[in-house]
């Protein structure tokens, strides 16, 4: 696997190519539960038959790509998640798969062959369910302690928003009771998210001191570096712009089977099975912060850093 990343990101550096290493498939924007900061739920789109969303997983084994992240709205909600990530896994990919787990239980045995998964947790049972709903953390909490016992890697990822930035040290202390490695995400300015959660510079430096403070008591369980929440700090707030390789060793793919090079270029869509990859090239700096884009751009620029910690941490759970 480490020699096909290796692979794609020369032939990109040398050749010019595109090579999606890496898709992100946002498979449904339907949803059982109806976060405080986040609207995609309220979407209508035509999704793709399973048979359909195969026929793109085939083009994309051919094109190179390794890796399958399977996200929502809440991919559990479709009824045929265990074929989907297994015939991604017939191709050699690494599939993993985000979820506010309330189906886990009763999809666990499709999920099988999943290489990772990520339950979003967002606080304390308190804070928890006044972003999701009433007894969505019990519900959570109870997937996640029966994919550990199952044998699943799992990891927690917490969207830090206006109601619980200065609550972090809770849902730290969760991950550290439960044995989980965490990661962090800023609320967004997007088509589908409420602005009005959106935190102020003062509001994520607050967050971000808990979470660095955190990491040296408790290094390994924080699943991002300090430099990594440097950059997330330098980039929300637009004070730099990093290289973007959306569309070039990244895409997304939404429901309908519409390729784009990120969520943010939605504007940009093609159909991958007649459309060429070239019309979805972008500009060279982005300022975007969704951690898995920071993530792969990171990666992709070669900063040593971030391959290290890439290598250490990251390549376990895909």
Not at 174 to 182: F, L, M, Q, S, Y
Not at 228 to 257: E, T
Request: contains cysteine; aromatic residues 10%.
């Amino acid at each position: 696997m480490k020699k096909r990343l290796a692979s794609g990101i020369i032939k990109h550096y040398v050749f010019g190519k595109q090579i999606p290493l890496i898709i992100t498939h946002i498979i449904t924007y339907k949803c059982n539960l109806k976060c405080e900061y986040c609207g995609i739920w309220k979407q209508k789109i035509q999704e793709l038959e399973t048979s359909e969303i195969k026929k793109i997983i085939d083009f994309f084994a051919e094109k190179g790509t390794i890796s399958w992240e399977i996200g929502g709205g809440e991919p559990l909600l479709r009824k045929d998640i265990g074929e989907i990530i297994d015939h991604a896994k017939s191709k050699k990919m690494l599939v993993s798969l985000n979820t506010n787990g309330h189906l886990f239980e009763k999809r666990i045995d499709s999920l099988k062959n999943l290489d990772s998964i990520v339950f979003s947790i967002d606080g304390t049972e308190k804070i928890h369910d006044k972003i999701k709903r009433k007894g969505s953390y019990k519900k959570t909490l109870q997937s996640l302690e029966l994919a550990r016992k199952k044998g699943f890697k799992t990891l927690i990822s917490t969207v830090i928003s206006k109601i619980n930035y200065n609550h972090l040290e809770d849902v730290l202390k969760i991950a550290k009771e439960k044995g989980v490695k965490i990661g962090f995400q800023p609320v967004h300015v997007d088509a589908y998210n409420d602005k009005k959660m959106v935190l102020t510079e003062e509001e994520f430096m607050e967050s971000k001191k808990t979470i660095e403070n955190f990491m040296k008591k408790n290094p390994g369980i924080v699943h991002q570096s300090k430099n990594y929440l440097d950059l997330m700090h330098k980039i929300l707030f637009r004070k730099k712009k990093i290289k973007c390789f959306a569309g070039k060793l990244f895409f997304n793919l939404l429901p309908d089977g519409n390729l784009t090079p990120c969520w943010f270029k939605q504007i940009r869509k093609i159909n991958p099975l007649k459309q060429s990859l070239n019309k979805l090239k972008v500009e060279n700096k982005c300022s975007c912060t969704p951690t898995c884009y920071l993530r792969y751009n990171s990666l992709f620029s070669l900063q040593p850093g971030e391959i290290i910690f890439f290598l250490k941490n990251f390549l376990e759970f895909l």
